[in-house]
């Protein structure tokens, strides 16, 4: 690479760095590289997909305005080669891709803080559904939290204003309410790509109607909204309190479900629970369908991680997920947040995704009770990770693979309990407690000298929520 595209990348880099944070710098320009380039064609390394994504997110408008400001005008595109390296047996697997992403010049999107008009209102074909390219029902996993809503949704999508109108979905934050409403806007784009579907947020729709107000468009306005085919409106508690906002919405509303077009709404509660809403909009959010998302259960949670780990290509124990699961439990987000952070903290310290790391990004995201370990717990938290039922760490048998599962259960209940010697042989199999101090001198001197005990032991501690004494 020339020395001067070196320099030019260095600048890139000073710009960006005092345009955002240093935790931001450091897990994601900090591992990229300049690749070349060549008539127009910026291409940049980067270590793994996490780190692409990342970028494509979150930074890509600073990047453009930096990359143009440093290489000038003529930049007409922005490449990626992906590193992606992966652990095999001990040794490392490099594979390269190009892969394009949108052109830097590409057209804008417009301002939507600007109040839509009628009177330049765009065709079927080019109206900016402002959906959330990602959110589709190809990636939202079903489970009991949130069955009921998304066959609704389907059934909704393959007729809409046919079946439930309007529909209103509710529950806490994070439970996957917008990724519901938006896969119901790209399903109806998809099987009925003549109807006019546009997504926005109740803060949004109040921003414009307070332009429309301010340009004296407010008719324009109205009439647009009443162009279209299926209005998602998500987090309508927004609405609260803006009686001049909600009277303009009454009138769209009533307009909209009179001729037939499908209204799709979201809140964080129940309408019934909405403050300082009129009474005459809160009717007609209960004229069609109610349905509540709940958080996700651990099962639904599990199933998301592994999704997310298959899909950005990690090696993740299931062990590992299934303790994040049990402890991340607020929310998709939370979840979805967590996984990036471990990815970025694997990055810039170089290390595999373990239970160690797990337990320093932890308290990023949980707060956790102080509640005592029993020997339930530890001998539950080992049959899990051995894969053994509790009747077998409990039986006579002594073969390699129990009687080692035994010995840590005895040495962690142990170290974690106040119990004695006498009670921990009672709580697993009835032993006596000559056989449970030979199990901890046993396990002791293990953790000293084989690194993959002294692994599994920390891990499992890790999941019991403890350190070692």
């Known amino acids: 690479m020339e020395k001067d595209q070196k320099l030019l990348w260095e600048r890139c880099l000073e710009i960006i760095r005092d345009n955002i944070t240093p935790q931001q710098f450091a897990a994601s320009f900090a591992f990229v590289k300049l690749h070349s380039f060549e008539e127009g064609k910026l291409v940049l390394s980067v270590p793994s997909e996490f780190v692409k994504k990342l970028l494509e997110d979150n930074f890509l408008p600073l990047m453009a305005s930096t990359f143009r400001r440093v290489f000038g005008n003529s930049i007409k595109a922005l490449y990626y080669n992906v590193e992606v390296v992966r652990t095999e047996q001990g040794g490392k697997v490099i594979e390269k891709t190009d892969m394009p992403l949108p052109r830097l010049n590409g057209k804008p999107r417009e301002d939507v803080r600007k109040a839509p008009d009628i009177v330049t209102a765009p065709q079927v074909q080019d109206l900016d559904s402002q959906l959330i390219p990602n959110y589709t029902f190809d990636n939202y996993l079903e489970g ?23 529909f209103f979905v509710y529950g806490p934050s994070g439970c996957g309410k917008t990724h519901l409403i938006n896969a119901i806007g790209h399903r109806i784009k998809e099987l009925h790509p003549h109807k006019r579907v546009l997504y926005l947020s109740a803060h949004l729709f109040t921003v414009q109607y307070t332009d429309a107000v301010q340009q004296n468009k407010l008719n324009d306005y109205i009439r ?45 509660r129940p309408p019934v629970a909405i403050k300082d809403i009129e009474d005459r909009l809160l009717t007609r959010f209960k004229w069609g369908m109610l349905a509540e998302i709940e958080k996700p259960t651990q099962h639904l949670r599990q199933d998301i991680l592994m999704a997310k780990v298959e899909k950005e290509g990690l090696d993740i124990p299931t062990h590992i997920l299934k303790y994040i699961a049990e402890n991340v439990d607020d929310s998709v987000r939370d979840l979805e947040g967590f996984i990036n952070s471990l990815m970025a903290y694997s990055v810039e310290y170089n290390c595999n995704i373990n239970m160690s790391l797990v337990q320093k990004v932890m308290p990023r995201f949980v707060i956790r009770e102080n509640r005592a370990v ?96």
């Not at 162009?227 to 769209?252: C, M, P, R, W, Y």
């Not at 891990?459 to 929520?465: A, Q």
Request: proline letters at 1%; aromatic letters at 6%.
């Open 224 to 268: 647009f909204y009443q162009t279209i085919d299926t209005l998602i409106l998500d987090d309508v508690q927004e609405l609260s309190g803006k009686a001049k906002t909600q009277n303009t919405f009454f009138h769209i509303f009533n307009h909209l479900h009179m001729n037939g077009k499908q209204i799709i709404l979201s809140a964080d």
């Open 144 to 166: 009991e939290s949130n069955r009921l809503a998304r066959s609704v949704g389907e059934s909704i999508a393959t007729n809409p204003a046919k079946t439930f109108n309007p």
């Open 374 to 469: 029993t020997i339930d717990d530890v001998k539950m938290c080992v049959c899990n990770y051995f894969n053994l039922k509790v009747s077998q760490l409990d039986s006579r048998a002594r073969t390699q693979k129990i009687a080692f599962a035994r010995q840590i259960a005895m040495y962690l209940a142990n170290t974690l309990t106040d119990k004695s010697h006498v009670q921990i042989g009672l709580h697993i199999g009835n032993r006596n407690h000559a056989t449970v101090i030979h199990a901890i001198k046993q396990i002791k001197d293990m953790i000293e000298v084989d690194e993959e005990a002294r692994q599994t032991v920390e891990e499992l501690m890790g999941t019991l929520g403890a350190s070692s004494k």
